[in-house]
């Protein structure tokens, strides 16, 4: 599976917005783009997954770069519970294993 | 909200000593997973379970471990002689129906110690 990219951690306020990148630069053209978070002390969370056009849905959205060889989890306003650690996986199929790498913990703050 | 349920929630035992980590699925799921996260570390893939059988598993998943599923609802990851190395947060996850996408859903996790 093509490797991802994201920064290790980001700062919010509550109630704010919150753009957190995945950069995969090797992506082929039948990966799917997925989005985990793993809150503390908890299992992973699936949040939201793509493989070209943007996606909405309750808890986020994707917005899949043109060229797919970047992407973004949108937040739209970020609660206290939203302080997690956020995985962007990419895999070739849509079952495949999860590959995860470090992710980008999000702190928000009230 | 169906969800998948993992026991014990902490298991402590002694090194060479045989474990049994259960989890129970969502019903109706047909693909199984177990995951591990050591402590500070990344979640890393053990094994994927589909029709009975191991449909991949990673180089961690040597002879030692096992999986099973041994009566229609739970799932089972067994380790045979545990290492001071295998303690870690062992995460179950299962998955729905074949043909279209469906993300997995995770266990809480069973903490394992191994002293």
């Known amino acids: 599976d093509a490797k991802t990219t994201q920064p290790n951690s980001m700062e919010s306020n509550e109630e704010e917005p919150v753009h957190l990148p995945c950069n995969h630069s090797?992506?082929?053209?039948?990966?799917?783009i997925h989005w985990y978070r793993q809150l503390p002390s908890q299992g992973p969370e699936y949040v939201i997954h793509?493989?070209?056009s943007n996606v909405n849905n309750r808890m986020a959205s994707l917005a899949i770069a043109e060229d797919r060889k970047s992407s973004t989890l949108i937040l739209h306003r970020a609660t206290l519970r939203d302080a997690a650690v956020y995985y962007c996986?990419?895999?070739?199929?849509?079952?495949?294993?999860?590959?995860f790498g470090g992710g980008t913990r999000v702190l928000v703050k009230p | 909200e169906p969800e998948v349920t993992q026991t014990p929630s902490h298991q402590v035992t002694q090194m060479g000593q045989e474990v049994i980590l259960r989890c129970v699925p969502i019903?109706?799921?047909?693909?199984f997973y177990w995951y591990r996260q050591i402590l500070g570390q990344k979640v890393e893939f053990l094994v994927s379970?589909?029709?009975?059988?191991?449909?991949?598993k990673s180089e961690i998943f040597d002879d030692q471990f096992s999986v099973e599923r041994p009566d229609g609802s739970n799932f089972t990851l067994k380790i045979r002689s545990t290492k001071l190395e295998d303690s870690a947060m062992y995460f179950c996850?299962?998955?729905?129906?074949?043909?279209?996408?469906?993300?997995?859903?995770f266990g809480p996790g069973t903490r394992l110690t191994v002293l």
């Open positions: 996850a299962s998955r729905g129906l074949a043909g279209r996408y469906n993300e997995q859903f």
């Open positions: 090797t992506i082929s053209g039948t990966d799917y």
């Open positions: 793509g493989l070209t």
């Open positions: 996986i990419l895999t070739r199929a849509a079952g495949n294993k999860l590959t």
């Open positions: 019903s109706n799921h047909l693909y």
């Open positions: 379970f589909y029709n009975n059988e191991i449909s991949e």
